[in-house]
């Protein structure tokens, strides 16, 4: 979470540098609204990192991130469970110091479902037949432990 706040800072900063080496200058303040929205948004994802959870239902597993990313993976079309470490592909999305939110891409296993507070150490794999999802819960068998059981009162 920290580190999102330091690069929200950053981009913000660097966007409000322009502003005054070339004050009213047009390309200045678009440069400058440009990356104070970026800064907002590295920002909006810290204050959602808190909001990251991984909850068993019945007959899913609800993954969320805040408002901002919401997976609902059916208990039944879970095919396997591992823990990996991952290789990240240069082509890759939404991956930054402690988040992985959103498709990103690996070159060890393709394409996978992100909502993680970690980019490539210890992701918990969830593979349904034609999807990957990745997250890391804090208590990883617990949670393996509820997909099995088939969620709270199975």
């Given at each position: 979470?920290?580190?999102?706040?330091?690069?929200a800072?950053v981009v913000?900063?660097?966007g409000?540098?322009?502003?005054?080496?070339?004050p009213g200058d047009?390309t200045?303040?678009i440069v400058?609204v440009v990356?104070?929205?970026?800064g907002?948004?590295?920002?909006?994802?810290a204050v959602?990192l808190?909001l990251m959870?991984?909850?068993v239902?019945?007959d899913?597993?609800?993954v969320?991130c805040?408002?901002?990313?919401?997976y609902?993976?059916a208990l039944?079309?879970?095919?396997?469970i591992?823990r990996?470490?991952?290789?990240i592909?240069?082509v890759?999305?939404?991956?930054?110091?402690?988040v992985a939110l959103?498709s990103?891409?690996?070159?060890?296993?393709?394409l996978?479902?992100?909502?993680?507070?970690?980019?490539?150490?210890?992701?918990?794999?969830i593979d349904?037949?034609?999807?990957?999802?990745?997250i890391?819960p804090?208590?990883?068998?617990g949670?393996?432990?509820?997909?099995?059981?088939?969620g709270?009162?199975?």
């Amino acid at each position: 979470m920290l580190s999102l706040v330091a690069l929200a800072l950053v981009v913000t900063a660097i966007g409000a540098v322009g502003l005054v080496v070339e004050p009213g200058d047009t390309t200045s303040i678009i440069v400058a609204v440009v990356f104070g929205l970026l800064g907002a948004a590295f920002l909006g994802l810290a204050v959602c990192l808190p909001l990251m959870k991984y909850t068993v239902t019945r007959d899913h597993l609800v993954v969320t991130c805040g408002p901002v990313l919401r997976y609902r993976i059916a208990l039944n079309d879970i095919r396997r469970i591992t823990r990996a470490d991952l290789t990240i592909s240069l082509v890759s999305s939404m991956r930054m110091p402690g988040v992985a939110l959103f498709s990103v891409r690996y070159t060890d296993v393709g394409l996978v479902r992100m909502c993680a507070t970690r980019a490539t150490r210890g992701i918990l794999l969830i593979d349904t037949g034609n999807r990957r999802y990745g997250i890391t819960p804090v208590d990883v068998d617990g949670l393996i432990q509820a997909i099995r059981d088939g969620g709270p009162g199975a």
